[in-house]
Structures are given as C-alpha cells and as structure tokens.
C-alpha cells in the first residue's frame, strides 16, 4: 500500500437522517461546522438525506424525495404537455 495517502484526522462524528430523524455515531474525517449532542457528548454533525433507514431499497417504502421542487416542476411541464 502506498504510505501517507490516507487521512489521519478520523473521529467519532454524528450522522442524521433529515427524512426521519435517526442518528448514526462513526468515525470519519467529513468536515463540518454544525454539531449535536448524543448521551451527553457533543459530536460533530454530518446531515444525510438518505440513509439505510429511510431508502425505498432498504425498508420496502417507495418515497419521492424533493429537495428542490423538481417533482413539482416536472408535473408543471407534464399537465402543459396534455391540454
């Protein structure tokens, strides 16, 4: 392996599911300036979108995911499209 190409800088930092609201604890190097605290100790916090526990693939669920109202737009265009 090559030496000196990985990050040294790992350590426990907090990942939240925004669809759900579930936390993960694991250790990274993502850099961030928010934070939450868990059990008593602040973490640094990474916010997620998806994760295993909300995925359609993982739980079964379709979901349609809209962060920026392209569904929205989309069904717009579509209905202009049909008349």
């Known amino acids: 392996m090559k030496k000196n190409?990985?990050?040294?800088t790992?350590?426990?930092?907090?990942?939240?599911d925004m669809s759900n609201d579930t936390v993960f604890l694991?250790?990274?190097c993502a850099k961030t300036?928010?934070?939450?605290v868990v059990d008593g100790v602040e973490y640094p916090l990474v916010k997620v979108?998806?994760?295993?526990?909300s995925?359609?693939?993982?739980?079964g669920k379709s979901k349609i995911v809209?962060?920026?109202g392209r569904v929205d737009r989309f069904y717009q265009r579509y209905?202009?499209?049909q008349k």
Not at 33 to 36: A, N
Not at 49 to 53: N, V
């Open 79 to 81: 209905k202009a499209r």
């Open 66 to 68: 809209d962060t920026a």
């Open 10 to 16: 790992y350590r426990l930092v907090a990942f939240k």
């Open 33 to 36: 300036k928010d934070t939450l």
């Open 26 to 28: 694991t250790r990274s």
């Open 55 to 59: 995925h359609p693939f993982y739980t």
């Open 49 to 53: 979108e998806i994760s295993s526990t």
């Open 5 to 8: 190409i990985h990050p040294e």
